[in-house]
């Protein structure tokens, strides 16, 4: 039987703006002229296959309501604040609010005495230690997230409070806490009166927690049952749901590499969990300001961050966005970005993905300089303000939108 679309209008007007040459799913940027929004497009270098596989899952979704969407952005300091994440998170629930899917991947990030995304809260009792991917000597293993968060203390426990106000509802019905599972581990268990279920997968590497309704808040406390046990070990969390939507993950960590994200032995075992249908990569402003860096390193060590993502899925569509224009301490350009730019074509044409080139969109060389003139950057020349990242987020949404209008074209 041939699937009807439960959303004709949606459809004619995606058709109908497309023949006449007009954007409806679009974000209106704001003039400025020294944005090249002429190279604001997402490169193909090779097969459009893999794309089009994503584009295919996505129509699925849009039209008929059906499956689900993992998104994984991965960076450093660019991501872990989840400011443009964040945007292309609440664009595409926005534009198709029933598609809004789980929260997906968050981590505490208060507990290690950090900055986190802005919609949601940690907080915590009793004593803790944290363990990060940049760290020359890690402590303790570390996954996905790049950090973990550690206690002794019996007494000790976090909340998780999400923001109902300044975000879309990220509904959720289930949750995956990595942990360290075994004999010396304290049991977690859910603060309040609820009668929730918490099942241990050891050989996976999480605590499943099965709610019997939605939370806008996670309580999460630790118990001691044994003599052996006397600490605990938290990787990050998964938050999911078995209803169709789009989950947009977000992994960063201040200061992280792509060898910051080798070092992590539990990778390979989470992603695994989050099963991305579509990567973007925006790790490289670290390796370049690093004075050792090449680009035949680089790409080997993208090569192993691949190959572990591919091991969850062999056909995940890979985006990698273009470091942007920047200064080391301020007042040297770094000469490095060009480089980056080479090497992420080299592997977009390698593994038949995309590039989004965000260093030609800002103008190049010391193009840090006029985004910072024009409030858009901090004084560091490194990072975006909140402006800035919104108008990136704003960009590369285009690009995949219009990507995606091109494909509705030509398939239906």
Known sequence: MIKTPRNYITILLLLCAFKSTAQPIHVTIPKYDFIHEDQAQLIVPASDTLLNNFFQKLSKLMLFGEGQINVLHMGGSHIQADVYSNRLRQLLGSYYPEQQGARGLIFPYRIAK????????????????????????????????????????????????????????????????????????????????????????????????????????????????????????????????????????????????????????????????VHPDLVFFGIGINDAHNNTFTQKRYEDYYRQIIKMIQASNPNVMLVFITNNDSYSYSRINNKNAEAVEKAMYNLAKEYNGAVWNMFRVMGGYRSATIWRANNLMKHDRIHFNREGYNLMGDLIFNALMEKYGNYLMRNH
């Open 114 to 273: 950090t900055n986190g995304p802005p919609d949601f809260r940690a907080d915590y009792t009793g004593d803790w230690t944290s363990n990060k991917n940049v760290s020359r000597e890690l402590s303790t293993k570390l996954g996905l997230m790049g950090m973990s968060v550690s206690t002794s203390d019996t007494t000790a426990s976090f909340q998780i409070t999400f923001d109902r106000i300044k975000n879309l509802p990220q509904h959720f019905t289930r949750i995956k806490l990595f942990n360290e599972i075994d004999s010396s581990s304290f049991q977690p268990y859910w603060i309040g009166n609820d009668s929730v279920k918490f099942t241990s997968f050891p050989e996976k590497g999480y605590t499943l927690i099965e709610l019997p309704r939605f939370y806008d808040t996670i309580s999460i406390g630790f118990k001691k049952e044994d003599s052996l046990q006397h600490h605990y070990i938290l990787y990050g969390m998964y938050l999911e749901s078995d209803e169709p939507g789009i989950t947009y993950n977000s992994v960063g960590v201040n200061g992280a590499s792509t060898t910051s994200y080798l070092k992590c032995e539990l990778f390979e075992q989470q992603v695994k969990e």
